[in-house]
């Protein structure tokens, strides 16, 4: 076709364009493609909320606004929230006699006796809690005693002042290289770069993993709208990075055996997904995801890999070594690109000791953040907080050192021993089931005859402080050295607990019986995240 067509084309088009259009107003011609821009836009933000959040979830959300606009209704939910957060809040301390201000003469010494006073308080946890206290024996003597005394020893130091503190430094990167040997550091595999830094605990160290994953994924493919993809079993901490970062969180549901579900998980991996999600072993229910699986999928599609080994860092290399069946967890799993380590967990150090480590130096680089452009001079942390205390780090330091390998054999092997005896009395109680195949030392339980709930509150009427679960509503229990030596009293208080309830069904006196099972029932997800927000906002 030659130009002069080409042009003759042209112009019969515009005539006839301009023709059909000259029936119609000019007014409506200029709003007609702002309309259908925001039709348009609205259709993609309608298709958008359905894609995140679910036909059924989105239309359920509509109507409760809905009727929320009702005053009579609104005050109604008010007034029934509100209730539901002073039952939860009734077996907590009140505020009555809390200071408001800072009295007008100091206490001097004697704010430890007062301290002692209120101590006295407490909760009698020794022995009862699911989790909490990992340490074993008295508070006042052993380990207990040891790691106290680091503590106060280094109590005043700070590792941001590099000069002043080296040996804080010194002993922050021993804690770390000594956990890294652990998980595969020492290995070929491991590609000879793991790095990392202690932070406060298990959720700062999953932030922290979250917030390198995405910024490295930034430089390294672009990415501006990052999504991850985490089982429903992982830690409540990626929730949390996901809100802080601005990533796009997808929680995917897990296999019938608990596991996380690679096969779904890669359904959801697109252009925007920086990083995948595993645990060793999931808090819930104490079963090691599929490492190996999660790691192959990462590695094909050149995303990260998170591993949370906040509970199983401290237990899992050393269960392995006395020959308990464990699959591969750690960096000697090619795709594992980040792992989370609590050592004041299983590693028996103070509370607020935890490890966030890396493959390779240039994912860690992306969790510091310098600035050049300050009148204060020139400043870089490694972790979120800035000044860290010391002590905490010397205590952790002190708690390796003292055990040692062996150390940690002897404690490993008597808590995966009573976790296998647990789990060997909860199967010989006819009401109660096992959910799936716990890999460590959590035992999680349910009930297809009981309210596995009405059980929990029987459980803690004898004193014991057990985690309720949901998805399926159940409960579990984590061994600690504290309970080697009660275990026997856990499973008769459990044993007489469910046939209480068997014979007895119905909530308990102040029990949160109904208020669990009411939790998991309720459609508006949104409602329950409104009932946690004022449990807390009444309760720190």
């Known amino acids: 076709m030659d130009a002069s067509s080409f042009s003759s084309i042209l112009g019969r088009s515009r005539a006839s364009a301009n023709s059909f259009?000259?029936?119609?107003?000019?007014?409506?011609?200029?709003?007609?493609?702002?309309?259908?821009?925001?039709?348009?836009?609205?259709?993609?933000?309608?298709?958008?909320?359905?894609?995140?959040?679910?036909?059924?979830?989105?239309?359920?959300?509509?109507?409760?606004?809905?009727?929320?606009?009702?005053?009579?209704?609104r005050l109604r939910i008010e007034s029934e929230k509100q209730k539901v957060v002073e039952k939860l809040q009734s077996g907590m301390?009140?505020?009555?006699?809390?200071?408001?201000?800072?009295?007008?003469?100091?206490?001097?010494?004697?704010?430890v006796e007062k301290m002692r006073v209120e101590k006295g308080n407490d909760v009698s946890w020794q022995g009862k809690c699911s989790g909490t206290v990992y340490i074993g024996?008295?508070?006042?003597?052993?380990?207990?005693?040891?790691?106290?005394?680091?503590?106060?020893?280094?109590?005043?130091?700070?590792?941001?002042?590099?000069?002043?503190?080296?040996?804080?430094?010194?002993?922050?990167?021993?804690?770390v290289a000594m956990t890294a040997a652990l998980l595969g550091s020492n290995e070929k595999v491991s590609g000879g770069q793991i790095c990392g830094n202690m932070t406060s605990g298990g959720t700062e160290s999953i932030l922290l993993a979250v917030k390198s994953s995405r910024d490295y994924m930034r430089s390294k493919k672009g990415i501006t709208k990052p999504e991850m993809i985490i089982p429903e079993s992982a830690h409540s901490?990626?929730?949390?990075?996901?809100?802080?970062?601005?990533?796009?969180?997808?929680?995917?549901?897990?296999?019938?055996?608990?596991?996380?579900?690679?096969?779904?998980?890669?359904?959801?991996?697109?252009?925007?997904?920086?990083?995948?999600?595993?645990?060793?072993?999931?808090?819930?229910?104490?079963?090691?995801?599929?490492?190996?699986?999660?790691?192959?999928?990462?590695?094909?599609?050149?995303?990260?890999?998170?591993?949370?080994l906040c509970l199983g860092g401290f237990v899992l290399p050393f269960a392995r070594k006395l020959g308990y069946p464990i699959p591969p967890f750690d960096f000697t799993v090619k795709g594992v690109t980040s792992i989370s380590v609590d050592v004041h967990k299983y590693g028996l150090a103070p509370k607020g000791t935890s490890i966030v480590l890396y493959r390779n130096h240039d994912i860690r680089k992306h969790q510091f953040v310098a600035v050049s452009e300050w009148s204060g001079g020139l400043y870089v942390s490694p972790t979120i907080a800035g000044s860290r205390p010391g002590g905490l780090i010397a205590g952790a330091w002190a708690a390796m050192m003292a055990l040692g390998q062996e150390g940690y054999l002897e404690k490993t092997k008597a808590i995966m021993e009573v976790s296998k005896t647990i789990q060997k009395?909860?199967?010989?109680?006819?009401?109660?089931?096992?959910?799936?195949?716990?890999?460590?030392?959590?035992?999680?339980?349910?009930?297809?005859?009981?309210?596995?709930?009405?059980?929990?509150?029987?459980?803690?009427?004898?004193?014991?402080h057990l985690n309720a679960l949901q998805k399926p509503n159940s409960i579990h229990f984590c061994v600690t050295l504290q309970h080697v030596p009660v275990h026997e009293d856990f499973l008769k208080d459990l044993r007489e607990s469910v046939k209480t309830v068997k014979e007895n069904p119905g909530p308990i006196s102040g029990g949160l019986a109904p208020i669990y099972g009411a939790a998991g029932k309720i459609p508006d997800?949104?409602?329950?995240?409104?009932?946690?927000?004022?449990?807390m906002d009444g309760s720190c």
């Open 137 to 175: 024996g008295s508070e006042t003597d052993g380990h207990f005693s040891l790691i106290n005394e680091a503590y106060s020893m280094f109590a005043h130091t700070n590792p941001l002042h590099l000069d002043v503190f080296p040996s804080i430094v010194r002993f922050e990167g021993e804690v």
């Open 93 to 111: 301390s009140k505020r009555d006699g809390w200071l408001i201000e800072l009295p007008k003469a100091g206490l001097g010494k004697g704010v």
């Open 425 to 464: 009395g909860i199967k010989e109680i006819p009401e109660l089931h096992i959910i799936g195949r716990p890999d460590m030392t959590i035992v999680a339980f349910g009930s297809n005859v009981l309210d596995i709930f009405e059980v929990n509150d029987m459980m803690s009427s004898k004193g014991w």
């Open 525 to 535: 997800r949104g409602l329950v995240q409104e009932l946690l927000v004022a449990f």
């Open 21 to 73: 259009l000259s029936q119609f107003e000019p007014l409506a011609l200029f709003f007609a493609p702002l309309l259908a821009l925001l039709i348009a836009s609205l259709v993609q933000w309608f298709l958008s909320r359905v894609y995140e959040r679910g036909l059924k979830s989105l239309v359920l959300g509509f109507l409760m606004s809905l009727i929320k606009l009702i005053p009579s209704v």
């Open 237 to 308: 901490a990626y929730d949390k990075a996901a809100h802080y970062f601005k990533i796009k969180l997808w929680r995917v549901p897990v296999t019938k055996e608990f596991l996380a579900d690679a096969k779904v998980m890669r359904q959801f991996i697109n252009k925007n997904t920086i990083l995948i999600v595993g645990s060793a072993p999931g808090f819930p229910h104490g079963i090691i995801d599929p490492i190996e699986e999660l790691g192959a999928l990462a590695k094909n599609f050149g995303i990260c890999l998170h591993v949370d």
